[in-house]
């Protein structure tokens, strides 16, 4: 992503990055690439993940935010919002 915007944009383009980091900018070939955890296809444990998302997000919604936060993850609005949805299908 940064060496299409420095290809594409006449300005800095880390400017328009989330979370920048100027270091990793400059040094592209540091960053280290994520290690993501695979989340099962069975529709009863997608079921059951998508409840723990709901409970958690209830439980653990910020003052005058959209997020929640828990010690173990960030649930974003959109990823509550699927989760209701998925169990509002799986339970018809």
Do not use: C, W
């Not at 940064?2 to 989330?18: E, P, R, W």
């Not at 270091?23 to 955890?37: G, R, T």
């Not at 059951?48 to 960030?74: H, M, P, V």
């Amino acid at each position: 992503m940064i060496k299409l915007l420095k290809n594409s944009l006449k300005q800095d383009g880390y400017a328009t990055l989330v979370n920048i980091n100027k270091f990793f900018y400059e040094q592209p070939n540091k960053i280290v690439n994520l290690k993501l955890k695979a989340i099962s296809k069975n529709r009863h444990y997608m079921y059951s993940f998508a409840k723990k998302i709901e409970k958690e997000y209830d439980e653990n919604l910020q003052q005058n935010k959209s997020f929640s936060l828990t010690k173990k993850r960030f649930i974003a609005p959109h990823q509550y919002l699927m989760a209701k949805d998925f169990i509002g299908n799986y339970e018809k």
